[in-house]
């Protein structure tokens, strides 16, 4: 059996941390990330380089290769410390704790020069790095955050388990004596850092983890908020409308009384006339916010055309107006609140059509982008000074909202909607169907 000596196991290591920085990198430049996260991504860069002066051992002076390494090494796994308090519980490390790496690299410098020994180099890079892992692993799993309970533990046992491998290989290294050069090809070492290995992705990983699950809760909260918040204004405006419809309901039978009883001046019959439209224009705008607030509230399903214009002309003064539908089979993916198109559309045409319109005509035809719905009549038509605002909010003889209500209700699933007639020949509304939001079968 293959078994990697320490400087290929350093090498792997130092591959694995660059790729793992890279990684987070990537995420950080991509992703919405958290407190620490940074801190997180440079404990890996800094590990990085620690593992390659490792590598470097016999190439470079041992003050880089043993001590500037081992001091890298502890410094990492302290900026990990400081990373998982800022994203748990927004709290910089003391630079207490970062301080005592001064000492470290005096005690480096002693055992490497003076007294050169191995063991206890790693006993107090041991004494450094053990209780940074034990206590980053604690502020995980004392985090109250039932929803990234299994993510805090998995990633605090990935630490504990590395923690204690330090552990046990330092003790080992204590009580038997060995060789503890980086030439040592004994097993121990080789599980050692296959360990290290494995749990510096795990770590990694499960902090990743805990950013992107962040990120949904901080969603879904906000959702929940934006929700609470829509209730509220639905309720008020609500309670708004019917408090005022109330009134406009009174207002409008004492003006019907008041027709009654104003005997046979013609100027209050004038009045009385114009306060009732204006009353009447009232309810309407009242109905109209009603149904702006309910439209994309509900997803848009399949309907058929047909059906929709039958049930939005029941109750339409058609007088001698005749409806022309060219088929029954037409379906259109759109808001629940399509059936008010074809409302404001042929409600809008008996209004303004004159008294010489005779037809109103539903046609449809396929076409390279989509579908064409149309909607005509062979009434007076639109004069080409008011086409380019026949869709803005509040031009028009009347409410000015009908046509507005039209064009966004059709946009919520692409389609677009013009006026194309000639003035004198009727109206012609077109509706560009994009491909996939219509369907031919039974109704």
């Not at 209004?351 to 007076?380: A, F, N």
Request: charged content about 20%; glycine content about 6%; overall charge neutral.
């Amino acid at each position: 059996m293959w078994i990697p000596d320490i400087k290929t196991l350093f090498l792997i290591l130092f591959l694995v941390n660059v790729f793992l920085t890279l990684l987070l990198f990537s995420f950080w430049k991509t992703q919405k990330t958290y407190n620490g996260f940074k801190t997180w991504m440079l404990s890996l860069l800094v590990t990085s380089c620690g593992y390659f002066l490792f590598i470097l051992s016999g190439s470079v002076p041992v003050f880089l290769s043993a001590i500037v390494a081992d001091l890298l090494i502890a410094l990492s796994v302290m900026m990990r410390l400081d990373s998982t308090g800022k994203y748990f519980r927004s709290r910089a490390l003391p630079l207490i704790i970062y301080s005592t790496l001064i000492p470290s690299a005096l005690f480096f410098f002693w055992f490497t020069y003076r007294v050169d020994s191995a063991v206890i180099r790693g006993v107090i890079i041991g004494l450094l790095i053990v209780p940074c892992f034990v206590a980053t692993s604690l502020i995980a799993m004392r985090f109250r955050e039932q929803e990234t309970r299994s993510l805090r533990y998995g990633f605090a046992m990935a630490l504990l388990v590395t923690a204690l491998f330090w552990t046990a290989i330092i003790v080992v290294a204590i009580i038997t004596p060995w060789d503890t050069s980086l030439s040592n090809p004994d097993p121990v070492n080789s599980i050692f850092f296959i360990v290290t290995i494995l749990m510096d992705i795990v770590a990694t990983v499960f902090f990743l983890l805990l950013n992107m699950a962040r990120t949904q809760t901080e969603l879904r909260e906000s959702e929940a908020a934006l929700s609470r918040v829509n209730k509220k204004l639905t309720i008020l405006s609500s309670i708004t409308r019917h408090d005022i419809k109330n009134q406009l309901i009174a207002l409008s039978g004492y003006l019907e009384l008041s027709k009654e009883k104003q005997g046979s001046i013609p100027v209050i019959s004038e009045y009385l006339d114009k306060e009732m439209s204006i009353a009447e224009t009232i309810g309407l705008q009242i109905d109209f916010t009603k149904a702006y607030e309910d439209m994309g509230t509900t997803a848009p399903v399949w309907q058929n055309v047909n059906e929709c214009i039958r049930r939005a002309v029941a109750a339409m003064p058609m007088r001698e107006v005749r409806l022309d539908l060219d088929r029954s089979d037409l379906a259109i993916y759109a808001d629940p609140l399509f059936e008010k198109v074809f409302y404001n559309l042929i409600e809008n045409a008996l209004r303004h059509g004159g008294d010489t319109m005779t037809k109103i005509s539903i046609s449809s035809h396929e076409t390279e982008k989509g579908l064409v719905l149309i909607c005509e009549d062979d009434g007076v038509g639109i004069i080409k000074g008011d086409k380019t605002h026949l869709f803005e909010r509040g031009f028009g003889k009347h409410t000015g909202l009908g046509l507005f209500l039209s064009s966004e209700i059709l946009s919520i699933t692409g389609i677009t909607i013009t006026e194309n007639g000639e003035p004198g020949k009727g109206a012609r509304f077109e509706m560009n169907v994009p491909k996939g939001a219509y369907r031919f079968g039974p109704a």
